[in-house]
Structure formats: C-alpha cells, structure tokens
T-cell receptor, first 117, second 114 residues
Framework: AQKITQTQPGMFVQEKEAVTLDCTYD???????LFWYKQPSSGEMIFLIY??????QNATEGRYSLNFQKARKSANLVISASQLGDSAMYFC??????????????FGKGTHLIIQP | NAGVTQTPKFQVLKTGQSMTLQCAQD?????MYWYRQDPGMGLRLIYY???????DKGEVPNGYNVSRLNKREFSLRLESAAPSQTSVYFC?????????????FGDGTRLSIL
C-alpha cells in the first residue's frame, strides 16, 4: 500500500482562483511530519510548508495553507489567489518517527498544477 | 547562500562505467540524504547519513554506495552503471533527524546511462 497518495495527476486552474491539492497518508505512528514541496520546470525541489501530527492548528505560510484532517489522514495543500508562477509539480511527503528502519521522506507521485491566465 | 550544491549537473555514462556524484552543504546540517526521481514518480530514498560517520540504506540502495566524507560532504557512487540507474539524483540535508525538520535539496544531477 502506498504511504502517500496524491489522487490528482494534473490540474488546470484559472489565475487568481484558490487551489486545493489533495494528499492522503498512511502511517501507524503517532508522531510524524507532513511536508509539501514544489518542483518547477527548472527541476529544483522547494520546501513550502510543514505540519506536525500533534499540531492542533493548520499550518500557514503566506499564500500556502495546509488543511490537516488527522482522523481522515489527509493533509491537503491550499494555495490562495493562484499566480502563473505557481505552475509546477507539487509533492506531498511524510517523515515518520519509526521510518520502518530507514530515515528520510516518503513522497507521493505528485500533482502537476497548471495555472491558466 | 549556496545551500546544497551538487556536481555535476548532467552526466552521460556507458553501461558498466563508474561515477561519483558529489554533494556539499554549507548549512552545518547533521543529516544528509540521496534520492532518485524517475518519470512520473516521487523521490525515493537511496541512502542517508544521520550524522557524520554513519550511513544507512534507504528504500532503493542496490547498485549504489555512499561516503560521508565530513560533515559537509556526502557522495554517491555507482560502481558499475546500468541503464536502470538513469534518473535524476537529488541530495538533501536537514538539521537533524527530527520529524519537524524540513529537508533542503540541491538542484539535482541528471544522469543518463547508455
């Protein structure tokens, strides 16, 4: 079973609209961290936002916010007032305490977001 | 602010050749990681180094070796390259192994094995 599932391979959104990118995760750990990364066409991985499993409030960073629903094991990224520069691949990732013996992030397959003018 | 620097950015190898990918970070981070990214996939962990002097296998370690040369540098070696190792390789670092610590990535190395 996949640990991180991103169900939207691609999305087209009109500029200035809000965008929600879906992410569900699977873990038996009580303590874990959830991350979102942006990968523009130039290829680099850019850290956007973090949510801890014990955080009671949803994380926010500028135009990015995380809709965290722990019981549903979902951590959706919300981008407000989308811009052309938001066009990119977006990856959801998780870091578990136990890690199954291996450290590091477990990534989903990503969502390709295209903002249309 | 260089962050995480990877060299080279591009490389083409023939099957059976060997190569070392270099990675250096200037953020005084303790933990370093190597990932590979294949088309349509997220990143998968190859090897990591939780701290200087330690290395451990990740999800896809076969065909690779690593060396944590010092706190700054973490190299990835392909001893006998195979076409299945054609990929984009990313090095990353984080302050430590804490689950709240984001990993900061280099720009990647695009490696093609013919």
């Amino acid at each position: 079973a996949q640990k991180i599932t991103q169900t939207q391979p691609g999305m087209f959104v009109q500029e200035k609209e809000a965008v929600t990118l879906d992410c569900t995760y699977d873990t038996s750990d009580q303590s874990y961290g959830l991350f979102w990364y942006k990968q523009p066409s130039s290829g680099e991985m850019i850290f956007l936002i973090y949510q801890g499993s014990y955080d009671e409030q949803n994380a926010t960073e500028g135009r990015y916010s995380l809709n965290f629903q722990k019981a549903r094991k979902s951590a959706n990224l919300v981008i407000s007032a989308s811009q052309l520069g938001d066009s990119a691949m977006y990856f959801c990732a998780m870091r578990e305490r136990s890690g199954g013996g291996a450290d590091g992030l477990t990534f989903g397959k990503g969502t390709h977001l295209i903002i249309q003018p | 602010n260089a962050g995480v620097t990877q060299t080279p950015k591009f490389q083409v190898l023939k099957t059976g050749q060997s190569m070392t990918l270099q990675c250096a970070q200037d953020m005084n981070h303790n933990s370093m990681y190597w990932y590979r990214q294949d088309p349509g996939m997220g990143l998968r962990l190859i090897y990591y180094s939780a701290s200087e002097g330690t290395t451990d296998k990740g999800e896809v370690p076969n065909g690779y070796n690593v060396s944590r040369l010092n706190k700054r540098e973490f190299s990835l070696r392909l001893e006998s390259a195979a076409p299945s190792q054609t990929s984009v390789y990313f090095c990353a670092s984080s302050e430590d192994r804490g689950i709240s610590q984001p990993q900061h990535f280099g720009d990647g190395t695009r490696l093609s094995i013919l």
